[in-house]
């Protein structure tokens, strides 16, 4: 490529990076205003009725990866503290249903009407 290309590539280059750190702020502040749960409220396994932690971060699978290409949707994930200095978050556990402790009253009440 000649200086000329080399230049427009660079400013179309420069305009993609700013989408999509436009694109994060954005997503950051709407995750903030739909997440299901808020920092600090307690996570339940609704399974289990387990408390699992508390809620201490809200996270993207994809915000910190790839360079922010693929963070393209909001879908909501949480990083909890289990206790002490340990922590762990609902997108590696795709298989567990996370509720509130309201959330499990009724899945607990669900059950108990069908005996």
């Known amino acids: 490529m000649d200086k000329i290309e080399d ?14 750190k436009d694109r ?9 205003k739909y997440a299901k749960f808020k920092i600090g409220d307690e996570i339940f396994n609704i399974q289990t ?3 699992v932690g508390i809620v201490r971060r809200l996270l993207r699978f994809w915000e910190d990866r ?4 693929r ?3 909001l879908e909501i994930h949480y990083e909890y503290c289990t206790g ?13 249903r996370f509720g509130s402790r309201e959330d499990m009253k009724k ?9």
Do not use: F, P
């Open 7 to 20: 230049e427009e590539l660079k400013k179309l280059n420069e305009t993609v990076e700013r989408a999509i």
């Open 24 to 32: 994060k702020l954005w997503l950051d502040k709407k995750m903030v």
């Open 49 to 51: 009725g387990e408390c």
């Open 66 to 69: 790839d360079e922010g290409v």
């Open 71 to 73: 963070d393209t949707s």
């Open 84 to 96: 002490g200095m340990c922590y762990d978050n609902t997108s590696r556990q795709c298989h567990v």
């Open 107 to 115: 899945s607990l009440q669900a059950r108990m009407d069908i005996l």
